[in-house]
Structure formats: structure tokens, C-alpha cells
């Protein structure tokens, strides 16, 4: 396993990958990915991230029921009007939503909370970990993908896993090596252009 991928080759590389062999990834390398994600900025450097690593068979099916009944009534036969995602988005978050309980490792991360309602600036201190976490398994070669749906049964995974009141999950995120076949490669995503306005909003 290689880290030497340039910063920049990373990050245009970096895109969900959800077939994943089953083979067990060592703790030493999950220590890593995690001591990444700590690396990353926090509001007033709260730090207020948890991690659970969580590789027990039975908890990991546990989850596993509870999210795809979250994708099937969100993507599923249970939505009459599922919303419209890209063809290979869907087949490729299918198969996770199938196979959840097989990902070798299923990593919580969660962030600590004073009571009051969950807004944007909460997500702010516990999503740059998320995404260093992401980063560090692209440059080590193992896939993973940022999923939410779990969030459907927050109140059911909190006490799956023992989570306490004033915390809360943030990215449930499936991490192995990659099944044959699939591979890491360039994003697709709308140009600089199109997203940027210069000094004031700018729709003309
Ligand atoms: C906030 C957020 C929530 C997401 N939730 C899920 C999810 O629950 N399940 C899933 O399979 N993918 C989930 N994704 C992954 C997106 O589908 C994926 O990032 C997007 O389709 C782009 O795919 P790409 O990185 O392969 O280009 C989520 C991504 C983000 C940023």
C-alpha cells in the first residue's frame, strides 16, 4: 500500500467507492485514517469528534437493516417518486444499501453537542474530519463513500451503539480494499465557472 499520491491527484481522484472486499483492514491503518480526520479544523478547536470503529459482525448487520430500510424509503420501492440521481449513483449506492453488513469496517464519526437543535455550523466541526478521512483512504488505496441515510434512525443507532444524549452521528463510512474492477478515478463535477461568482452573486 502506497501513499505516495500527489495532493492534488488525491483530491480530484477521491469519489465514493462501494464494492469493497470483505478482508479485514488492519487497526493500525484505521488509526491512521482516524489521526487524518483529527487533523482537520473545528469550531474554536472543540475537537468534539468521536470516531467508532465498528467491525462486529452482528452490530454491523444491525446497521445494516436499518439503513437500507432508510435507502428503500428513500430510493426505494417504498418512495413512489424516488428522486432523480444519476444511473451509477444509484446502482453503486444500491449495492452498498445491500451489502452494508459485508463492508469489513463501518467507521461512526459523531460530534459532541450542548442540547441545542442540529444546524450547519454543528455539521462545520465534524464534516473536515469526514473528508480528511476520505483523503487519507484514497491516498492509501482503500475505498469508502460519506453516507447518511443512517441518520433516518438516529435514534435507533444511538442506542445500537451506546451513544450518549449530547452526541450526535454525523457520516457513517463503509472502509476496505477495493473489489476487482473497481478503481479510483477522476470526479465529475460542474466547472469552476459555473459555481464561482467574483466580489457580489452574480446570476447574468
Ligand atoms: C452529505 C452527503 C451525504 C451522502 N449520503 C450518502 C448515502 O447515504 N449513501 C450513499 O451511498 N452515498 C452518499 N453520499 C455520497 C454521494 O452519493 C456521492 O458523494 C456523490 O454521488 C458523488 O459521487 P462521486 O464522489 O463518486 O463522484 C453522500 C454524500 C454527501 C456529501
New binding site residues.
Given amino acids: 500500500m502506497t501513499d505516495q499520491i500527489g495532493f492534488f491527484d488525491a483530491i480530484y481522484t477521491?469519489?465514493?467507492i462501494?464494492h469493497l472486499k470483505p478482508d479485514p483492514v488492519p487497526r493500525e491503518t484505521i488509526e491512521r485514517l482516524i489521526r487524518a480526520g483529527t487533523k482537520a479544523p473545528s469550531g474554536g478547536n472543540s475537537q468534539g469528534w468521536k470516531f467508532i470503529v465498528i467491525t462486529d459482525p452482528e452490530t454491523k448487520s444491525a446497521i445494516a437493516e436499518y439503513y437500507l430500510q432508510a435507502w428503500e424509503m428513500a430510493y426505494g420501492n417504498q418512495n413512489p417518486s424516488p428522486p432523480n440521481?444519476q444511473s451509477h449513483?444509484r446502482s453503486?449506492?444500491d449495492y452498498?444499501?445491500r451489502n452494508m453488513a459485508d463492508m469489513p469496517v463501518l467507521l461512526m464519526a459523531c460530534i459532541h453537542h450542548d442540547g441545542s437543535p442540529s444546524t450547519i455550523t454543528r455539521g462545520s466541526s465534524i464534516y473536515p474530519a469526514v473528508q480528511n478521512i476520505l483523503l487519507a483512504a484514497r491516498a492509501l488505496g482503500l475505498g469508502s463513500?460519506?453516507?447518511?441515510?443512517h441518520k433516518r434512525y438516529e435514534k435507533e443507532i444511538k442506542d445500537l451503539l451506546g451513544i450518549p444524549d449530547n452526541v450526535e452521528t454525523a457520516?457513517l463510512l463503509p472502509i476496505g480494499f477495493i473489489q476487482e474492477g473497481y478503481k479510483y478515478g477522476p470526479?465529475?463535477r460542474a466547472p469552476v465557472s459555473e459555481v464561482t461568482y467574483w466580489e457580489k452573486w452574480d446570476e447574468s
Fill in positions: 477521491q469519489r465514493a462501494r440521481i449513483v453503486s449506492a452498498l444499501a463513500a460519506i453516507t447518511t441515510l457520516a470526479t465529475r
